[in-house]
């Protein structure tokens, strides 16, 4: 009976020390699990070649979901919104996003606004029969004067306030040229400064943040909270060019607001599919990834 005893002793020790082991390793895979989404126009060319096969391969490299760069009157790709996002679903992702905008008139005081508002009432409706969250504007024209730039913020406000209405958020991606002055004002810090936080976010594309000669987390301290979205993208597939330094973004990611991670990859050494697949495991492996980021 006392052989017995020690028995169960023993392996009640050994299950104390295993335990708390299989309890850390469980919460470090939950911990450094990330979802992941990309901007589908890293791989426009295959997209136009075969749609579905495209999507599936998205799904199988490990993305979360997807941001569209597709929409037309109404349409995604083509489809019909709950045919995109039933596309999207069946392949084991979901629609986060869409890159769509329609611009103002070349002097913004010429816009006709009931058809401006027409086409906003359409597209607002689309994405969000497609299941999307959020609308993005990819682009806007560069202004020449700060009475244009603020007419374009007073517009974001009025756009995002409709999306808000719907239950949709709408935000604006930049690229390199917001970062050039206006009049002795710098683009994007006025856009920043001029727009509702409550009506517009900004989803910070930092590779060209840093063409723009900007850092990105200089915007993330002095404007905290603004930038809902990151693009993590490089000069070609991600952490190959050295320009971007990603693990000062991810160490300060707090600052930021950023609530989703959207790869986008527009130059390649490789294939497209490679380029996306390495994005993804880039972001996968990287320590300080996994330390500092959880969705």
Request: glycine share 8%.
């Given at each position: 009976m ?16 295993v ?20 901007q ?13 096969a495209?999507i ?10 997807v ?15 709950a045919?995109?996002k039933k ?10 996003s ?7 008139a070349?002097?913004?005081?010429d ?11 359409t ?10 969250k959020y ?6 024209p ?8 603020k ?33 002795g004002?710098?683009?994007y ?5 001029n ?6 976010f900004?989803?910070m594309?930092?590779?060209?943040v ?20 990151l693009?993590?993208?490089?000069e ?45 495991n880039?972001l ?12």
């Amino acid at each position: 009976m006392k052989k017995y005893s020690l028995l169960s002793i023993a392996i009640l020790l050994v299950g104390l020390m295993v335990f708390p082991a299989c309890t850390q390793q469980k919460a470090e895979e939950t911990k450094t699990k990330k979802d992941i989404y990309l901007q589908l126009y890293s791989l426009r060319d295959d997209i136009k070649a075969n749609y579905q096969a495209t999507i599936d391969s998205v799904a199988q490299f490990g993305y979360t979901g997807v941001e569209a760069a597709g929409y037309n009157d109404g349409q995604f790709y083509g489809m019909a919104p709950a045919d995109f996002k039933k596309s999207i679903e069946d392949a084991g992702m979901e629609v986060l996003s869409s890159h769509t905008a329609r611009p103002l008139a070349d002097n913004p005081g010429d816009t006709n606004w009931d058809e401006v508002w027409a086409w906003w009432d359409t597209a607002i409706q689309a994405h969000k029969d497609a299941g999307m969250k959020y609308i993005v504007a990819p682009w806007m024209p560069t202004p020449t004067t700060l009475a244009d730039l603020k007419a374009y913020c007073d517009y974001y406000n009025q756009i995002g306030e409709k999306c808000n209405a719907a239950g949709l958020r709408f935000g604006y991606h930049n690229h390199n040229f917001e970062f050039k002055e206006i009049e002795g004002e710098l683009m994007y810090d006025y856009m920043l400064n001029n727009t509702d936080p409550d009506k517009v976010f900004y989803q910070m594309d930092v590779y060209w943040v840093v063409e723009g000669g900007k850092d990105p987390v200089a915007y993330f301290n002095n404007f905290p909270g603004r930038f809902e979205q990151l693009h993590i993208k490089d000069e070609t597939e991600l952490g190959r060019s050295g320009k971007v330094n990603f693990e000062n973004i991810f160490n300060n990611i707090d600052n930021s607001g950023a609530k989703y991670l959207i790869v986008e990859v527009e130059k390649y050494t490789g294939t497209p599919f490679e380029g996306v697949r390495e994005s993804y495991n880039y972001l996968g492996d990287a320590d300080y990834v996994k330390n500092s980021y959880s969705k």
